[in-house]
C-alpha cells in the first residue's frame, strides 16, 4: 500500500509541477474572469461616449419625430442623451456645399454620422446615413428601427390609423420558460441551460481525452526509458498501473477543483468587486452553478476517467512509442468522439428512449448521462443505474488491462497481435 | 549461510527454452560472479530472482524464504538496461527508489547525501537527472539500487559506460559493502573484473549452469597449467610430443602447454640443460579462456 502511495505521490507532484499543467489551470480562470467583466466594463464604458449627430430631412416631416426618439433611446446615468442632433437647414441649391461641409465635420470627428432622408423612404423604404465608421451594428440598426417607427407612424396618420392603437394591437407576444423537476416548476432560460450544458460536457469531453492520453504516455515513456525494470523489482506490476492512474486522475481533480473555486468566487463575489470599479454593472455573463452540478461532473469525471484510463493504460503497455500509440488507441478514442457527437443528437430531447439507452452504455455515460442530468431530465434510478452499469464496465476493463499491463510492460519490440493479446489475458 | 538458493528452476519462452534446471547457491558476505555469454538465460533468471517473473519450475528462497513481495524488499538491483526518471530531481529520485523497497523518505534523506558525497555527485542533488551525464547517471541508478541497506545486491553489468575512474571507485563501494555484510551478485562479460572480485561464480549458458563453484578450484580443474618461457639458443626439444603437448612461439617468448605426464619441474630441468632460460613462469588460465572453452564445449 506504501509502495502505491509512493507511486501516485511521484506521478502527482510530476504533473502538477509541470508546465504545460500550471499553464493550463490558470488559462480557464483567466478567460472566465474575461469573458464575465471585460464585456460589463466595456459596455459601462461606451456609456460615456457622447455623439454628434446632423440630419437632412427634406421631407420635412421625419426630423422631429426622429430627433426626438434618438435622443430618447441612449442616455447617461444622469439622465441626459448621448445623442446630439442637429438639424441642417440649407437655402435653393446651395444643398451640395452643405453635404461638403457635413462630410468635412465627419472627417475630423466633429460629427460621428449625418443621415440624409428624402422622399424615397416612403417609395423605396430607404435613406442614407453617412460616416466614417459604418460597422457599428448597434448603432445602424438603432437608427433604422427608430426611422422605421417614424415613417410607419407618418404613414398611419397619413391613412387616418392611430399609431399607438396599432401599436398595441400588433405587440409581439414573448414566451416564459419553466423547468419542472421534483421540487416544482422554476423560471430557468433555456438559452443559458443549453449553452451552460455545451461548456460543461465539452470540458468533460476534453478532460477525458487529454488525462486519458497522459495515462498512456506515462505508461510508454517509463517504457521506452526503461526504468520500469527497476519500479518492478520493487512493485507489482498491478500497483504500478493504479499509481498512474490515480496519481494522473488527482492531477485532474485538482484543476477541476481549482476551476471550480475560480468559477464560485467569480459568481459569488465577482458582481460586487465589478460594481466597485464599474457602478453600471449589473449581471455578470457568468451565471452561478448548483453545487449538484459541479458534483455530477466530478463524479461522471472520475467514472469516465476510470473506464478510459485504464483502457489507456492497457494500451500504453502494448507500444514501444507514441508514434506506434497513434495507430492502437483509436478505438479508445472513437468511443470517448462518438459519445461526444451523439450529444448533438440527443441534446434537444434529453429525455427520449433512445437518450435514455445511449445514455447507460457505460462508454458514453459519463458524457451522455452528465449532459442530460445537466438539462435536469433524469429520474434518480436512471443515474443510479448508470453509475453501477460504468462501475461494473471499469471493473472488467481494469481486469482486461491490467493482465495486457503486466505482460505489455516488460516486452520490446514487435507489437502484439491480438491473437497474442488473448492469450496475454488469459495467461 | 545461503542468503540465495536457485532449485531446479525452468523458465520457457514461445520459442525458446530460456532457463533450463538451474541450480545455484550464494554465501553470505561474499560477491559471486553470474556468468554467461549474450542470451544465455541471465536477466531471466535474475528476472525470476526479482519476482518480476515466475519460473514454470522449481524454487527460489532467500534468505531461507521462499521468495514473495516482501522477500524483495532485501534486495537491491541495478538492471543492464538502465532507467531513471528524467524530470525527477536527483535528490527525489533516490528517495523514491527507497519508498518503493518500503523505506520512507525521512529515513533514507541522510543515507542518500552520504552516498552523494562518496559518488561525487553532491553539487547534483537539486538537479533533474535529464541535466547529468551518462556516467552520472549510472551512478545516481547505483545509490538508488542500494539506498535501502539490502542484504543482496543484484548488479548487471555495473561498470559498463564508466571511465576507469569511475569503475575504480564504484569497486571499491562494492567491495566497502562487501565488507560489511552484503552479498552482491556481479552479472558481466568482463572476466578481468570477475577475477579480482569474485570468490565463487556460476557460468550458464543455453539456460544451463555449466560451470560452478570456488574461482581457485575452478580454474585448477581446468585442465593443465601454462608456462611462459622466455630464453636463448636453440630449443628443438618442444617439438617433442613426449615433452610438449602445444606451444605457440611469440618471438619474444613461447607459451608451452605440457604433455600430460610432465610437471613443469621436469620441464624446466630439461630446459636448463639446452637453452640459456631468462624467464620461466607457471600460470594459471585465465578465466577469459576458461569461459571461452566452456562456452565452446
Not at chain 1, 430618447?72 to 439622465?79: H, I, T, V, W
Request: net charge neutral; charged share 20%; aromatic share 10%.
Amino acid at each position: 500500500m506504501n509502495k502505491t502511495i509512493a507511486l501516485i505521490k511521484r506521478e502527482y507532484l510530476l504533473q502538477v509541477k509541470s508546465k504545460g499543467f500550471i499553464i493550463g489551470t490558470l488559462l480557464l480562470p483567466l478567460f472566465i474572469l474575461f469573458v464575465s467583466f471585460v464585456p460589463a466594463f466595456l459596455a459601462n464604458m461606451e456609456v460615456e461616449k457622447k455623439a454628434n449627430i446632423a440630419v437632412i430631412d427634406t421631407t420635412g416631416k421625419i426630423y422631429t419625430p426622429l430627433s426626438v426618439a434618438l435622443q430618447e433611446s441612449r442616455k447617461d446615468k444622469q439622465g441626459n442623451s448621448l445623442y446630439n442632433v442637429e438639424q441642417v437647414t440649407w437655402s435653393g441649391d446651395s444643398l451640395g456645399i452643405k453635404k461638403e461641409e457635413l462630410n468635412a465635420r465627419v472627417q475630423n470627428g466633429e460629427l460621428f454620422a449625418y443621415i440624409e432622408v428624402t422622399d424615397s423612404v416612403f417609395i423605396k423604404n430607404s435613406f442614407a446615413v453617412y460616416s466614417k465608421n459604418i460597422t457599428n451594428f448597434d448603432f445602424y440598426s438603432r437608427v433604422e428601427r427608430l426611422m422605421s417607427d417614424a415613417v410607419k407612424a407618418i404613414r398611419m396618420n397619413e391613412s387616418g390609423l392611430d399609431p399607438e392603437l396599432v401599436n398595441k394591437l400588433s405587440q409581439w407576444v414573448k414566451v416564459q420558460t419553466f423547468q419542472v423537476d421534483e421540487k416544482g416548476a422554476s423560471e430557468a432560460s433555456g438559452m443559458a441551460a443549453y449553452g451552460l450544458s455545451y461548456v460543461m460536457v465539452f470540458i468533460l469531453y476534453f478532460a477525458l481525452i487529454m488525462y486519458g492520453a497522459y495515462v498512456m504516455q506515462g505508461v510508454i515513456e517509463d517504457k521506452s526509458s526503461r526504468v520500469m525494470e527497476v519500479i518492478l523489482s520493487s512493485v507489482k506490476p498491478y500497483q504500478l498501473m493504479a499509481g498512474k492512474i490515480i496519481g494522473i486522475g488527482a492531477t485532474g481533480l485538482t484543476q477541476f477543483f481549482i476551476w471550480i473555486l475560480s468559477t464560485v468566487l467569480v459568481t459569488t463575489f465577482g458582481l460586487v468587486i465589478a460594481q466597485q470599479f464599474a457602478p453600471g454593472i449589473s449581471e455578470l455573463a457568468i451565471p452561478s452553478l448548483s453545487i449538484w452540478t459541479y458534483l455530477a461532473f466530478i463524479a461522471y469525471f472520475l467514472l469516465g476517467f476510470f473506464l478510459y484510463a485504464t483502457l489507456y493504460a492497457g494500451l500504453g503497455s502494448m507500444v514501444n512509442s507514441s508514434s506506434e500509440a497513434q495507430s492502437v488507441q483509436w478505438p479508445v478514442m472513437m468511443l470517448i468522439v462518438v459519445a461526444f457527437l451523439l450529444m448533438f443528437a440527443i441534446i434537444k430531447t434529453p429525455d427520449s428512449t433512445l437518450a435514455v439507452v445511449l445514455s447507460l452504455i457505460p462508454f458514453f455515460t459519463p458524457l451522455l448521462m452528465f449532459m442530460r442530468i445537466m438539462l435536469n431530465a433524469v429520474p434518480l434510478y436512471q443515474v443510479i443505474l448508470s453509475i453501477i452499469i460504468t462501475l461494473l464496465t471499469i471493473g472488467a476493463s481494469i481486469w482486461v488491462s491490467g493482465k495486457i499491463f503486466r505482460v505489455g510492460i516488460l516486452m520490446y519490440g514487435k507489437r502484439p497481435t491480438l491473437p497474442e493479446l488473448l492469450k496475454w489475458i488469459k495467461y | 549461510m545461503a542468503i540465495l538458493k536457485l532449485k531446479q528452476i525452468s523458465k520457457a519462452y514461445e520459442e525458446v527454452h530460456a532457463v533450463k534446471e538451474l541450480s545455484f547457491s550464494v554465501d553470505k558476505g561474499q560477491i559471486f560472479g553470474l556468468l554467461g555469454p549474450n542470451g544465455a538465460g541471465k536477466t531471466t533468471t535474475i528476472r525470476m530472482i526479482m519476482d518480476i517473473i515466475k519460473p514454470d519450475s522449481g524454487t527460489i528462497e532467500i534468505a531461507g524464504k521462499l521468495n514473495s513481495g516482501q522477500q524483495r524488499d532485501k534486495i537491491g538491483y541495478l538492471p543492464e538496461e538502465r532507467g531513471l526518471y528524467k524530470k525527477m530531481k536527483v535528490i527525489d529520485t533516490i528517495t523514491f527508489f527507497g519508498e518503493i523497497k518500503s523505506k520512507p523518505a525521512r529515513q533514507t534523506q541522510a543515507a542518500a547525501v552520504q552516498w552523494l558525497e562518496k559518488l561525487e555527485l553532491l553539487e547534483w542533488r537539486d538537479k533533474k537527472v535529464e541535466e547529468l551525464s551518462k556516467g552520472m547517471q549510472q551512478k545516481l541508478q547505483f545509490i538508488c539500487t542500494i539506498i535501502h541497506n539490502p542484504e543482496l545486491i543484484i548488479l548487471d553489468e555495473p561498470f559498463s559506460g564508466l571511465d576507469p575512474v569511475n569503475t575504480n571507485l564504484l569497486k571499491d563501494v562494492m567491495l566497502d559493502l562487501k565488507n560489511t555484510g552484503a552479498t552482491i551478485i556481479f552479472s558481466t562479460h568482463l572476466m578481468e573484473q570477475v577475477e579480482k572480485l569474485c570468490e565463487n561464480i556460476c557460468l550458464i549458458n543455453k539456460g544451463a549452469s555449466i560451470l560452478q563453484g570456488s574461482l581457485k578450484e575452478i580454474k585448477k580443474g581446468f585442465g593443465s597449467n601454462r608456462i611462459r618461457m622466455q630464453y636463448e639458443g636453440a630449443a628443438e626439444f618442444l617439438k617433442d610430443q613426449s615433452l610438449v603437448a602445444q606451444y605457440d612461439d611469440y618471438g619474444q617468448y613461447v607459451e608451452i602447454k605440457p604433455a600430460d605426464n610432465v610437471s613443469p619441474q621436469q620441464l624446466l630441468k630439461y630446459a636448463i640443460d639446452r637453452v640459456n632460460v631468462l624467464e620461466f613462469k607457471v600460470s594459471e588460465p585465465s578465466l577469459n579462456e576458461i569461459f571461452i572453452k566452456a562456452v565452446k564445449n
